[in-house]
């Protein structure tokens, strides 16, 4: 029997390709302009009421209120709408189906979400449809240190899953404290070490530990290359024999470069007395969080994340749903911010990425957050946390074209996303989309 969601899925996404819609080759001497638009930059040029946008080669070249539309562009007036950078999720599963936990170990810092990512995650284009252009997809939490992270633009429909990575972000890693990893028979199985939220710490220690050791070899072995190289030997005589390079190994590979600065952490944490062990342990070992993810008590040890420069990416009012979530209250993303946290509201859900501008709002309800500051909580602060704020997040001249263009304000209860761009390419229309879903359902009417 044939599944009927899979079936309309894939109906609506053959429709959208038969009318335009996914990646195309594009002239790259091409012209868009947005013009008529509310243009919420996020940036240094704030709201311009009546602007324009230029776009050229997938990047902004030209926004303001008197940029001139050269000869031969393609148009889109935006009379009446509002246009913002492209909505980033700093915590996602989306595009990788089932292929999020690797449950099979505490450590598996080797595997690669990179690795299995679909472009045609009907998903991706669900949330294109909400205004969301790009995305922190993070292995799961069974494990204290899970899997490698991918940054990914929503390239719905792109050729390959490698055709998804935000070229030039750091490479991250998920961390995971508390329930999820001390469960140990997370995922069905046989239980595995730990059990218990003190042998989750000691999973990281012995991990950094180890990591250390091998981080040595490397670091002795470069040196003793480096070493022989510069040395020059008498004329006839045999170049200096080189020590036999170390052993490689992934998982440890992963681990090094965390303890090098060159792959960012991203912790899964609710509790603040665990939130507190991660960063004593981080001090303790070497290297820094980027981010604690969903930190529920963020709000109670604000002070000690700020110093340690770590960003916290919450949900606005997710709560109650296990027992370490009971302390969440809708104030955390206002109350960290105060102190000085860099904050940003994630979705860990393809359906609340559809609607991460009203996961925002609410942090004006709940802390009297500003409009402005709020906004920048689903687009410049996660471009920040993930390293990619000179490519994204406001709009600038030299950006990347990621652009939402809304109905009204991204608050306002009424709105709704009308197209989406992703490096200046049309990747949702609402127009187009509606007429696509009349002819799908046309065709499953027809029986089919």
């Known amino acids: 029997m044939k599944n009927p969601t899979f079936s309309k899925s894939a109906l609506l996404f053959a429709a959208l390709l038969a009318s335009g819609f996914g990646i195309r080759a594009e002239a790259q001497d091409a012209v868009t302009a947005i013009t008529n638009a509310k243009i919420m930059t996020v940036g240094p040029l704030g709201t311009i009421e009546k602007g324009t946008i230029l776009i050229k080669a997938g990047k902004i070249t030209a926004v303001g209120a008197d940029v001139a539309v050269p000869p031969g562009a393609t148009v889109i007036d935006a009379a009446g709408r509002v246009v913002t950078p492209g909505l980033i999720d700093a915590h996602s599963h989306t595009s990788i189906e089932d292929n999020v936990n690797e449950c099979t170990n505490i450590v598996t810092a080797e595997v690669r979400v990179a690795d299995v990512l679909d472009p045609k995650d009907i998903n991706l284009y669900r949330e294109l449809a909400g205004g969301l252009t790009a995305a922190n997809v993070l292995h799961g939490s069974c494990n204290s240190i899970g899997g490698q992270n991918a940054t990914i633009k929503l390239r719905y429909g792109a050729p390959s899953g490698d055709a998804l990575l935000f070229q030039g972000a750091p490479p991250g890693i998920k961390f995971a404290l508390g329930e999820n990893p001390k469960r140990a028979s997370f995922g069905g199985g046989a239980r595995r070490y730990p059990a218990t939220r003190m042998g989750v710490e000691v999973s990281i220690r012995n991990a950094f530990l180890e990591a250390k050791a091998y981080k040595k070899e490397w670091d002795d072995y470069e040196a003793a290359v480096k070493a022989a190289s510069a040395k020059r030997p008498a004329k006839g005589a045999p170049a200096a024999a080189l020590p036999p390079a170390p052993r490689k190994d992934l998982q440890m590979q992963a681990l090094k470069e965390v303890l090098e600065g060159k792959r960012l952490v991203h912790a899964h944490s609710y509790r603040a007395d665990e939130i507190l062990m991660l960063i004593n342990v981080a001090n303790e070992m070497g290297f820094k969080i980027a981010t604690f993810q969903h930190v529920l008590e963020g709000y109670k040890v604000a002070t000690e994340i700020a110093k340690h420069g770590a960003g916290g990416s919450t949900f606005s009012d997710w709560w109650a749903y296990k027992e370490e979530a009971?302390?969440?209250?809708?104030?955390?993303?206002?109350?960290?911010?105060?102190?000085?946290?860099?904050?940003?509201?994630?979705?860990?859900?393809?359906?609340?990425?559809?609607?991460?501008?009203?996961?925002?709002?609410?942090?004006?309800?709940?802390?009297?957050?500003?409009?402005?500051?709020?906004?920048?909580?689903?687009?410049?602060?996660?471009?920040?946390?993930?390293r990619i704020d000179k490519w994204v997040g406001s709009i600038e001249v030299g950006k990347d074209a990621d652009l939402a263009i809304f109905r009204s304000h991204p608050f306002a209860p009424d709105t709704r996303v009308e197209m989406t761009l992703v490096d200046g390419k049309v990747l949702f229309d609402r127009s187009k989309d509606v007429a696509a879903r009349k002819g799908v359902a046309a065709t499953l009417g027809g029986g089919q």
């Open 326 to 386: 009971y302390d969440a209250i809708p104030y955390n993303a206002a109350i960290m911010a105060s102190h000085g946290v860099l904050v940003s509201l994630n979705s860990d859900s393809d359906e609340l990425a559809r609607r991460l501008y009203w996961e925002a709002a609410k942090t004006v309800r709940y802390g009297g957050v500003s409009e402005d500051e709020a906004f920048k909580m689903v687009t410049l602060n996660p471009a920040k946390q993930l």
